[in-house]
């Protein structure tokens, strides 16, 4: 299926853009610290192994349900960050798991969605000169990105991270009953009914997967606001990642199963 609908959210962690020819490169400002999973609770919190023995708590940048990703005894990748006002020291960033590595941090996907986009991934969206991040728009939401042209509508661009796979090589979202993400697709349809632009961009944090599905068993009202937003004219692109410990890279567009 073509890329469109129409067929034709941010950490505080700073981390370094280098451009390479083809795509940017998200590259941790310093190498990543591997650990073992033990457990993950409270959604921000989980208790790893450290290679010298040590057992420590570390923040978890992700209030999804990471269903597939806490098993423990995984290997996990943490960041160190040395700010004295910080609780934990260490953030959660990837988990292995099904044999590849996958990113959880949901304050990267925006970040990655913007250098997507620069780099020429999403359709025509980098010929927008000006790029706005969280402008308030609808009811009572904020849109990631605002895209502006001096010749062209206004483009509002919503994101959403994915890293569930349930079956080989698809990726598949939400991985649990999102309501906030059913009313973000049903304001992009109406910003679409008032003659603006409007696209969902879906980035996924792992590099084994070559197509994408809703998950509608998981969440059917999200499913049916996506089809609501698919006839209102909203299109919808899948960027893929390449995940490894030194960065994560936005490098493909990955096919829609629907």
Same mark, same amino acid.
């Given at each position: ?8 959210? +941010? ?8 451009? &390479? ?8 400002? @310093? ?6 999973? $033990?457990? %993950? ?21 992700? &209030?999804?349900?990471? $269903? ?6 995984? %290997? ?7 700010? +004295?006002?910080?609780?934990? /020291?260490? &953030? ?21 969605? /913007? ?11 980098? !010929? ?9 728009? *609808? ?8 895209? #502006?042209?001096?010749? =062209?509508? +206004? ?22 009953? &999102?309501? =906030?993400? @059913?009313?973000?697709?049903? #304001?992009?349809? /109406?910003?679409?009914?008032? *003659? ?28 049916? /606001?996506?089809?609501?937003? %698919? =006839? ?11 995940? !490894?410990?030194?960065?994560?890279? +936005?490098? %493909? ?6």
């Amino acid at each position: 299926m073509p890329d469109g609908l129409t067929r034709p959210r +941010p950490d505080r962690m700073q981390h370094s853009i280098s451009k &390479t020819t083809t795509s940017q490169v998200m590259k941790f400002p @310093a190498p990543l610290i591997e650990a073992r999973l $033990l457990r %993950r609770y409270k959604r921000f919190l989980a208790d790893v192994l450290l290679a010298d023995g040590t057992e420590i708590t570390v923040s978890v940048p992700n &209030t999804g349900s990471m $269903l597939g990703l806490t098993t423990p005894g995984s %290997r996990v990748f943490l960041s160190r960050w040395d700010n +004295p006002k910080r609780k934990y /020291a260490y &953030t959660l960033e990837i988990v292995e798991a099904d044999g590849t590595l996958v990113g959880i941090n949901t304050g990267l996907p925006n970040r990655l969605a /913007a250098e997507a986009i620069r780099a020429g991934l999403v359709g025509d969206l980098g !010929s927008y000169p000006v790029m706005k991040p969280e402008q308030r728009y *609808g009811e009572r939401s904020r849109i990631d990105f605002l895209l #502006e042209h001096p010749e =062209r509508p +206004p483009a509002y661009v919503e994101v959403k991270n994915v890293h569930f796979m349930r079956e080989k090589g698809l990726a598949e979202f939400p991985d649990t009953r &999102t309501d =906030r993400g @059913a009313r973000h697709l049903d #304001e992009l349809a /109406a910003m679409r009914t008032l *003659g603006y632009r409007a696209v969902m961009i879906y980035i996924v944090q792992r590099g084994d997967c070559s197509r994408f599905r809703l998950c509608a068993d998981l969440d059917a009202a999200y499913s049916a /606001a996506f089809e609501r937003a %698919r =006839r209102a004219g909203v299109e919808a692109f899948v960027v893929g990642c390449q995940i !490894s410990a030194d960065a994560i890279v +936005p490098d %493909r567009l990955i096919d829609m199963d629907c």
